[in-house]
Nanobody, 116 residues
C-alpha cells in the first residue's frame, strides 16, 4: 500500500524558514519523480515543485522559485521541501504527491501558516 506522510508544518512569521518532510512507503521511492503541491483556503490545488526520481532535476512554480528547494533522499525514502523567506501568501496545506503506475497519490498534508 502506497503511503505518503508529511510533517514539519507550523506557524511562522514572514521571512522565516521551514523544512517539510514526506516519508514514503509501499513503492520503490527511488524509481519515481515526486512533487509538492499546496492548497490555500478557498483556492485550487497548486503545484509547488517537482523533482526527478534520482533527485538531479527539479522545477518550481514561479511563485516559489528562488525561495523553496525540493530534495530527495532515496536511501531514507524521504522527500523534503526547504522553504525560506516565507510570505503570508505561502499559507496553505502542503502535500507530497506522486503518480505511480497511472494512479495519483497524495499524503494527508501538513499546515503551513505564515502570519505576523
Amino acid at each position: 500500500e502506497v503511503q505518503l506522510e508529511e510533517s514539519g508544518g507550523g506557524l511562522v512569521q514572514p521571512g522565516e524558514s521551514l523544512t517539510l518532510s514526506c516519508v514514503a512507503s509501499g513503492f520503490t521511492f527511488s524509481s519515481y519523480s515526486m512533487r509538492w503541491v499546496r492548497q490555500a483556503p478557498g483556492k485550487e490545488l497548486e503545484r509547488v515543485a517537482d523533482i526527478s526520481s534520482g533527485g538531479s532535476f527539479s522545477e518550481y512554480s514561479d511563485s516559489v522559485k528562488g525561495r523553496f528547494t525540493i530534495s530527495k533522499d532515496n536511501a531514507k525514502k524521504t522527500l523534503y521541501l526547504r522553504m525560506t523567506d516565507l510570505k503570508p501568501e505561502d499559507t496553505a496545506v502542503y502535500y507530497c504527491a506522486a503518480d505511480i503506475v497511472g494512479r495519483k497519490y497524495r499524503g494527508q498534508g501538513t499546515q503551513v501558516t505564515v502570519s505576523s
